[in-house]
């Protein structure tokens, strides 16, 4: 069952629509995105992505620095709009089991859209509000923890967003920071923990809000190798039980191996090939990829 949908995604910085059209027509005629910044003047955040996500997989986003993962990962939750594209969603699927209550995005290919399946491109203001509410939640790099916010308070913060009151939404906290292995530290601040365990404050934080996509920006990079695979752990410990539709951006090729069902390869701004390791190992569609897979420990 498909989850996400990217249709045509391109995105090219700081220029209108009709400014963008003289970088997407070098694009079109194969034209790197570092000659178009040459060109143009205008930067290539990504070019043409089609890429489909299933329910319940846990996709790796890899590429060299600048090849487009965080500008992809961040359409999903729109906090980057794309210069042109769509973005389907299918806003029916739970976490857990994941069951649409109604059609599947597939079938919207042949007949008419089922109703759960949107284009995240045409929510209004309080329309994107609750898609960002209750189908997406964010762990990032650098934590992003409130330093002035006990553990729990930051842990319970998506569901302060929600109005929830504080006794439910503490309770709800208090065991997403226990699932994590953080019992006992609610009444800490952030900078009292190590990076592991701020990074555990940030997955409980967004685990606690329920949400069935979980969208991971190089999660674990800052951490230290240890600790980073005891994270990865956890995490496909937990994906087992939760069943979410993680899409997950490494530039660590053991990482994405390590973690990823499926992996999805970008290249300046271009989808180079997505599959599973073993297919990208055994059928590399170019040097790029094959090096990637050859870096592996
Ligand atoms: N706000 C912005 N304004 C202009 N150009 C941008 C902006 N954000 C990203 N870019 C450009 O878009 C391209 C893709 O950047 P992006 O950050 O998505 O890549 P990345 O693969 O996530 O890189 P990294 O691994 O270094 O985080 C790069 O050329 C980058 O310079």
């Not at 729109?78 to 109604?102: C, F, H, M, Y």
């Not at 951490?223 to 956890?234: F, G, M, V």
Request: negative net charge.
């Amino acid at each position: 069952m498909n989850h996400i949908r990217l249709e045509n995604i391109s995105k090219i910085y700081n220029a209108t629509n009709a400014q963008a059209q003289s970088a997407l027509t070098l694009l079109a005629e194969g034209m790197n995105s570092i000659d178009v910044k040459e060109q143009t003047g205008y930067s290539v955040g990504l070019y043409d992505i089609n890429l489909t996500i299933k329910a319940g997989e846990l996709h790796c986003i890899m590429g060299l620095s600048g090849s487009g993962k965080s500008t992809l990962i961040r359409h999903i939750n729109r906090l980057i709009d794309p210069t042109s594209g769509k973005i389907w969603v299918d806003t029916a699927i739970n976490a857990q089991t994941n069951i649409a209550e109604d059609n599947s995005i597939s079938a919207r290919a042949s007949q008419s859209a089922p109703s759960s399946v949107i284009n995240i491109l045409e929510l209004d203001d309080k329309g994107l509000q609750q898609y960002r509410q209750q189908n997406v939640s964010m762990v990032f790099q650098h934590f992003g923890l409130t330093p002035h916010m006990t553990v729990l308070q930051n842990a319970a913060y998506g569901l302060r967003v929600r109005k929830m009151n504080v006794s439910e939404r503490h309770e709800i906290a208090r065991h997403w920071l226990n699932e994590v292995g953080l019992p006992n530290l609610e009444n800490s601040y952030p900078d009292e923990l190590s990076g592991g365990m701020q990074q555990r404050v940030g997955l409980a934080r967004a685990l606690a809000t329920d949400t069935p996509i979980l969208l991971m920006d190089e999660a674990f990079s800052a951490l230290d190798p240890l600790i980073r695979a005891q994270l990865q752990d956890q995490l496909l410990e937990l994906q087992a039980r939760l069943n979410k539709t993680i899409v997950f951006i490494t530039h660590d090729i053991d990482e994405a191996v390590k973690v990823g069902q499926c992996i999805s390869i970008l290249n300046g701004g271009r989808l180079v090939q997505t599959g599973t390791p073993t297919e990208l190992r055994n059928n590399p569609v170019d040097n790029y990829v094959a090096q990637f897979m050859q870096a592996r420990k």
